[in-house]
């Protein structure tokens, strides 16, 4: 069965500095995609950031990248250059192409320090 | 990217009434998703919404507690029924434009409160 692992449950970072939100997975399917995505206070789910199985490269997407290591099954969030907006609920999850199911880890609440 | 909202965006209710929540997309879209949210909590899929046809529900979800109705390809409801203080959590509507990435954009969520 596929499984998303996120180990923090909270993290502080400093503004202005960088923070690597960690997650791992498990999945016996090859092909498959990985995301991120921030929950404010308000609620909604706002999607980050995609990485696919087969992507060499790993995924940037403004201040936020992937750091995809496929034979360690990890695929960590890196937010550079915290700003305070950037507090929130951050959440790891994983979907097997083709599939209709996306499964989600427990979430890393971030805060971010002025 | 999506443009996805729902109605309402929060509600205080009654144990024993029913709340239905509504979701409108911007685009036509094959597949919809009904996620609940505890407090605290992750994302749990309470069912998929197909047009056309039945929804599918996950294991602990049931068609007489969450009714879904998907009548077009941008527009479909949830039903909370007979709600109980368990019921109290973020609703999110989430939907799946296809293409490469499957990926799923969300709606702003409802938060509802039972007493």
């Known amino acids: 069965a596929q499984k998303i692992t996120q180990t923090q449950p909270g993290m502080f970072v400093q503004e202005k500095e960088a923070v690597t939100l960690d997650c791992t997975y498990d999945t016996s399917d090859q092909s498959y995609g990985l995301f991120w995505y921030k929950q404010p206070s308000s609620g909604e789910m706002i999607f980050l950031i995609y990485?696919?199985?087969?992507?060499?490269q790993n995924a940037t997407e403004g201040r936020y990248s992937l750091n995809f290591q496929k034979a360690r099954k990890s695929a960590n969030l890196v937010i550079s250059a915290s700003q305070l907006g950037d507090s929130a609920m951050y959440f790891c999850?994983?979907?097997?192409?083709?599939?209709?199911?996306?499964?989600f880890g427990a979430g890393t609440r971030l805060f971010v320090k002025a | 990217s999506a443009v996805i909202s729902q109605k309402p965006s929060r509600d205080i209710c009654q144990r024993g009434t029913s709340l239905t929540i509504q979701c409108q997309v911007d685009s036509q879209v094959t597949m919809m998703f009904w996620y609940r949210q505890q407090p605290g909590q992750s994302l749990t899929l309470i069912a998929t919404a197909n047009q056309g046809s039945e929804a599918t529900y996950e294991s602990g979800f049931v068609i007489d507690k969450f009714p879904i109705s998907r009548p077009n390809l941008t527009f479909s409801t949830l039903t909370v029924s007979n709600m109980s203080p368990e019921d109290s959590s973020i609703y999110l509507c989430?939907?799946?434009?296809?293409?490469?990435?499957?990926?799923?954009?969300f709606g702003p969520g409802t938060r509802l409160t039972v007493l």
């Open positions: 999850a994983m979907r097997d192409t083709g599939g209709f199911k996306t499964i």
């Open positions: 990485q696919g199985s087969y992507d060499e």
């Open positions: 989430s939907v799946d434009y296809g293409g490469y990435t499957d990926t799923q954009y």
